[in-house]
């Protein structure tokens, strides 16, 4: 895995001693660089149970896992934790939900169960007979959702996603109020909860140990973080924690699900003293290809700069 590395990624993969930002470029091997950082880390004797890797889909976590156990001497790749923000959250909140509030058996929502019980309370609360105009449950938990992950205000979100819905704000508070509390009467969680309380842990008495869990903090991806979970890795790194941090801010498409590409570029603000490495070797595409877009990109003045 180490012969086949260009000198921007054997830099990334070798870097230690601070906060590292990986600025990968479409189609430079982004992959392959974290995960030869992995081996690297583990290679170095780093504990694997040490090793935190957050990624955005369990596929990608088993892609990564994958490619590190091939070049693995040992087992040691299936020992570290891997996985989406949701499932160590997940995993974190059964140990030290308590901590929270929260009971360890506690069910997790998906998000089709969780629009159900969203709707089951809208009727409850009055707002669901046919006679009345009023949003759909989709709609309703897709406000509450965006205004959780994003971290904004109702009036906010209603006025920049949801304007059709302004005028049902003390109704949707009211919903939201009554969701909330049905949801701690029966013990379960949506997905936006065990990101607010894997957050609220990290700033609790608990962060402390939370943080001494690992040595190494890497997350995939990360223009797609939205600010909980950014507030999540600053909250799980402490001074000794080595955080990589890996994406593209030209590839920032889902701010709808309210990712911020903002914590890509606030990251050296949030971790003072970080090295930045940009992958720029495209391994997909023609030359006629990457000039057009590195003409598009130079036009922009809000990205990392890079030329593929």
């Excluded at 006025?159 to 109020?177: G, K, M, Q, S, V």
């Excluded at 969680?189 to 894997?198: R, V």
């Excluded at 940009?278 to 990109?297: F, G, H, W």
């Excluded at 130079?298 to 700069?305: A, E, M, P, Y």
Aim: net charge negative; with cysteine; proline share 3%.
């Amino acid at each position: 895995m180490f012969d086949t590395l260009n000198s921007q990624q054997q830099a990334a993969v070798e870097h230690s001693g601070s906060p590292l930002l990986v600025v990968a470029g479409a189609g430079t091997g982004k992959t392959k660089t974290l995960a030869a950082r992995v081996v690297r880390i583990l290679a170095d004797g780093a504990d694997p149970e040490r090793v935190l890797l957050l990624t955005f889909t369990r596929r990608a976590a088993a892609e990564m896992i994958g490619r590190v156990a091939a070049v693995s001497p040992d087992r040691s790749a299936t020992q570290v934790w891997g996985g989406t923000f949701h499932s160590i959250a997940n995993r974190l909140l059964r140990i030290h939900g308590r901590s929270a509030g929260l009971d360890s058996g506690f069910t997790v929502l998906d998000q089709s169960d969780s629009t159900d019980l969203m709707g089951m309370v809208r009727t409850e609360e009055g707002f669901g007979e046919r006679s009345r105009r009023f949003p759909r449950k989709e709609t309703v938990a897709g406000v509450y959702s965006r205004m959780v992950s994003s971290q904004a205000k109702l009036a906010d979100v209603l006025e920049t996603d949801y304007p059709w819905c302004a005028d049902h704000a003390d109704a949707l508070r009211t919903i939201f109020t009554a969701y909330t509390s049905r949801k701690r009467a029966n013990n379960v969680l949506d997905y936006d909860d065990m990101l607010l309380f894997w957050r609220g842990l990290t700033a609790s008495p608990v962060g402390e140990t939370l943080r001494a869990l690992f040595d190494h903090v890497l997350i995939d991806e990360y223009q797609d973080t939205n600010p909980v979970q950014a507030d999540i890795v600053r909250g799980m790194c402490g001074a000794g924690t080595e955080v990589c941090a890996v994406g593209d801010d030209a590839q920032a498409i889902y701010g709808f699900r309210s990712a911020t590409v903002a914590n890509m570029w606030d990251f050296p603000e949030h971790f003072p003293g970080a090295t930045r490495v940009t992958l720029e070797q495209n391994y997909r595409s023609t030359t006629p290809i990457l000039a057009v877009a590195n003409a598009v990109l130079s036009q922009s003045n809000d990205h990392f700069g890079k030329q593929l």
